[in-house]
Structure formats: structure tokens, C-alpha cells
């Protein structure tokens, strides 16, 4: 498959960007050229090819980039280090999101959650979604405070386009559901979406979430085996879909998650705070030793 990337647009100005926040050095906005989209490829391939389990193809390993054909029609939230030279690039890619909206899904023609759920009570869900994935930071910047500011470029990206509900596929580590029984479980009771939110995972893949049935369940326990990425999104007021998917591709089992902005809890209402204040709350947060979602 080819991974040719089309962007024709000139490079945007600070008032023009949907995100746009600077601290210490690190800066926060959208891809604006196939060269910046290419470096959150590469980044993909370091922490999903190289540090985890997922297999790629043979383009991917002779260009050292994790790609799919979702890319060209996505946005590509990139967070740069200056204080890293890289050739082309305000600095280098230390971490990157993929989101995309229902209007860039029309284009290619499907969410990529779609191709493990049936989200079609999500899509015909009144307002902007937002689809979010492909998240990964550079081994050297997994803090707090990183995850901390992709939080408050999530908030900015999220006022801009009036986002009313997000969702997007969440990973555990392993292919054996047998050994995520614990949290897999807590997931189903604790957080299964109201069923005008549920999304099911497809016939095909489907692996049931409940595999301690009738047995109690350690909530503690549960929780410190679940991915930060995933506690965030629950953080957030987040719910998950019925039954799970196992992706032998990148070697997880999946679930799907959907955030109704307007449920966002209120200890992380301030990433969603307009006029700037994503901003002021993502120095403060880099102050603290508080882990972000």
C-alpha cells in the first residue's frame, strides 16, 4: 500500500491553528507539512514496532514508518522539542495524536474504529466526533506533564470544532483475553456505555469482557493493570463498548471508548477551558507531579 501524503496548504500562523501552545521549549500544534507528518510516523514505528509488538509491513520497516491508510485524511497533533534540532522540523517529534472528524471519515469513507466496532449509534450522534488514536510519546518524555499538554491540545482541538463526543479504540498489551481477565471485567461492569453509546465490537472479533463471572473483583487491583492512556479516558467521564477485540497486528486487545464532552468530570473540566486557559493549566500542570491521562 502506498502511503502517499497530499497537503497542499501553506504552512498555518499562530492565530489560524486550531492548537497552538508553547512551554519550555516543547511546542504544541497540527502537522502542517507531509515532512512533519512522516516524523509522528516515525515515532509511531520507534514505540509501536520497535518498543511493542506490532508487526509491520515491509514498507514500513524499509522507511522506518508506521502508516495505514487513514493517515492522509487525518489530523496529526504533533509536539516538538527544540531543543532537539531536526533537519526540516521545528524540532523533533517527541509525541503525536491522530484525530479525526466526521468529515474527514466521510472522505475515506469510514472511522478506523470501524474496522473492529459497529459504532453506528456513535456516528448518528447529533454534532462534531472526534476520533482519537495513534497516540504514543518518545520514551524519554513519558511524564505527567507531556501528557499534561497533548491534554490541552486535545481542549483546544476540541472548542475549536465544537467536539460534542470523542471515541476511539484503547489498547491493553497482550493478545490473551484470558490473561486481561481482571481489568477487562472491571471495564464491563464499572463502565459499559448506556446503550445509546455502545458501541459492539463486530461478530467476527467479538470476545467477551465479562471472564470472571460470578467472582468478585478487585477494583484497585483492576485499575493498576490498566493502561494510563486508558484510566484517562475514565478519568474523563469515559465509557467503553461491548466485548473486546484482540489485534494481533499491533499485539493488544482493544476496547472501544466514548467521552461525551459534556460529562467530562470536573477534575478534568481544565483541559477543556476556552480562551486559553488549556494553555495556563497545562504550565501549572508541568509544576506538578500529578500524572495526566
Known amino acids: ?56 509491513s515491509a514498507e514500513m520497516r524499509a522507511t522506518r514508518r508506521e502508516f495505514d491508510a487513514f493517515d492522509p485524511f487525518c489530523d496529526h497533533l504533533l509536539m516538538f522539542d527544540s531543543n532537539k534540532p531536526a533537519a526540516g522540523l521545528p524540532g523533533e517529534v517527541v509525541a503525536t495524536y491522530r484525530v479525526m ?12 474504529t470501524s474496522t473492529e466496532y459497529d459504532i453506528g ?11 482519537l488514536g495513534r497516540s504514543c510519546v518518545a520514551r524519554d518524555y513519558r511524564r505527567g506533564a507531556i501528557m499534561q499538554l497533548l491534554w490541552a491540545g486535545i481542549a483546544q482541538y ?76 475514565l478519568r474523563l467521564g469515559g465509557f467503553v463498548g461491548d466485548g473486546a477485540v484482540v489485534d494481533r497486528e499491533f499485539g493488544t486487545t482493544d476496547v472501544c471508548v466514548v467521552v461525551k464532552t459534556d460529562l467530562v468530570t470536573d477534575k478534568y473540566y481544565r483541559h477543556y477551558a476556552r480562551s486559553g486557559q488549556a494553555q495556563s493549566n497545562a504550565e501549572a500542570g508541568a509544576q506538578t507531579s500529578e500524572s495526566g491521562p
Open 121 to 131: 449509534q456513535l456516528v448518528a450522534y447529533p454534532g462534531e466526533i472526534l476520533e
Open 158 to 233: 476540541v472548542f475549536h470544532y465544537d467536539i460534542a463526543l470523542m471515541l476511539g479504540c484503547a489498547s491493553l498489551p497482550g493478545t490473551d483475553p484470558d490473561a486481561l481477565a481482571l481489568p477487562l471485567t472491571y471495564l464491563h461492569r464499572a463502565h459499559l456505555a448506556p446503550p445509546e453509546l455502545r458501541a459492539t465490537a463486530l461478530p467476527e472479533l467479538y470476545v467477551e469482557m465479562e471472564r470472571l463471572s460470578g467472582q468478585e473483583i478487585d477494583e484497585k487491583a483492576a485499575l493498576a493493570e490498566l493502561p494510563p492512556l486508558l484510566k484517562g479516558y
Open 101 to 112: 472528524r466526521r468529515p474527514q471519515a466521510m472522505r475515506m469513507g469510514r472511522f478506523y
Open 1 to 56: 500500500m502506498s502511503n502517499e501524503l497530499k497537503h497542499d496548504a501553506e504552512p498555518m500562523t499562530a492565530s489560524q491553528r486550531p492548537v497552538d501552545t508553547q512551554l519550555r521549549g516543547l511546542w504544541l500544534r497540527l502537522a502542517e507539512t507531509p515532512e512533519e507528518i512522516e516524523a509522528s510516523q516515525a515515532l509511531r514505528y520507534e514505540v509501536f514496532c520497535e518498543e511493542m509488538s506490532a508487526q509491520p
